[in-house]
């Protein structure tokens, strides 16, 4: 599948990971580039939007991403499983892994940072906040999204669609040792029968 | 299905929600009680098992964790979807949604955190790690696992294992505005033919 990637408002940019896909992160500094996967990240804001991805303080990653303070979060879809788990599982220190496994990337419009849209769903390119503990404690890095794109054929006018006809751009989601599940099988949710307490919405 | 929780080793903890599920965080505090929903919630550590999860600072359930100093995370399985909908968009201020909608709480083993088995396929008890400044500034709460359990049907011996046999306790992934996707249809990474470095194994 050849992407057609379109530009996703920043609005709509953490509902891209809201669904807890593993990502791809991508990093550049002083002439070198990276690219991991990253099982662990989530939002934690919708505007601005914001996002926390647990990136190992000994990575080779993690020092590209302080170094210039920005990272890429790409989406693999099921045509990436393998590319995803491999990239997880070898250093980019000594060797530059696009290069090695032919990825071809993108350069972001914000930041510059290298992008992955072939066998991808979407991407967001991401500013780190820094804040020291978290990062030292947990592994946490806090970032702003800049800005974020979607192949249109699974992600557009801000919402998912996944179907029989997206099925290798469909998010991965990793249980460990290689094994992943597919986000698929959409389910609606009905209105259950209790009444609503008006007015609460939002106030769990 | 009747639930056949087993305990999880605290090791294999994180793996529960390593995926990304949507999950239900129930609290308890001062003879109050509360479950809300959560799509924002990620794994930190293996060893100790430690999570974040966002828990807006306006919601009843922030109040009681803050107050107990502990959370249940509960995983909603396929056959909950209208129900995890539902709590995630009422207060549980002036109701007691797991009366009103008909859910039996187990009492934690460590924590005394009410926990939802029917209809889930796991749940963690966790204790709060006061951080007040992600707490205010990303309503982003860490919290260590003391204890998980999970329906042997579908989590055993520490792997999830997903099946036309368990769909109703497969997880669950918010898209947005009640629409989920189920996690099923197991991909198996293999290897890439590239070499691999050696001994750079988790230096990614």
Same mark, same amino acid.
């Given at each position: ?96 892994? !696009?290069? $090695?496994? &032919?990825? *071809?990337?993108?350069?972001? +419009? ?10 991808? =769903? ?57 094994? !992943?599940? $597919?986000? &698929?099988? *959409?389910?609606?949710?009905? +209105? ?10 939002? =106030?769990?």
């Amino acid at each position: 599948m050849t992407p057609r990637f379109r530009p996703v408002a920043l609005e709509h940019a953490s509902r891209l990971v809201n669904h807890g896909p593993t990502v791809l992160v991508t990093s550049a500094a002083g002439g070198r580039r990276n690219v991991m996967a990253a099982a662990w990240s989530m939002p934690v804001e919708f505007t601005p939007p914001r996002i926390a991805v647990v990136i190992d303080k000994h990575t080779f990653t993690r020092e590209l991403v302080v170094a210039s303070g920005a990272f890429g979060i790409c989406l693999p879809g099921t045509a990436l499983v393998d590319l995803t788990y491999a990239v997880g599982g070898e250093s980019g220190r000594a060797v530059d892994k !696009f290069a $090695r496994h &032919g990825i *071809v990337a993108t350069q972001g +419009p914000v930041l510059g940072m290298p992008l992955i849209e072939a066998g991808c =769903a979407a991407w967001l390119e991401c500013r780190l906040i820094r804040e020291p503990h978290a990062e030292d404690a947990y592994d946490t890095c806090f970032a702003e999204v800049v800005a974020a794109a979607a192949d249109e054929r699974i992600f557009s006018n801000g919402h998912w669609s996944f179907s029989d006809d997206n099925a290798e751009l469909q998010t991965i989601h990793h249980l460990g040792a290689g094994h !992943f599940v $597919r986000a &698929g099988g *959409v389910l609606r949710a009905k +209105p259950l029968q209790a009444p609503r307490a008006r007015g609460t919405e939002g =106030a769990s």
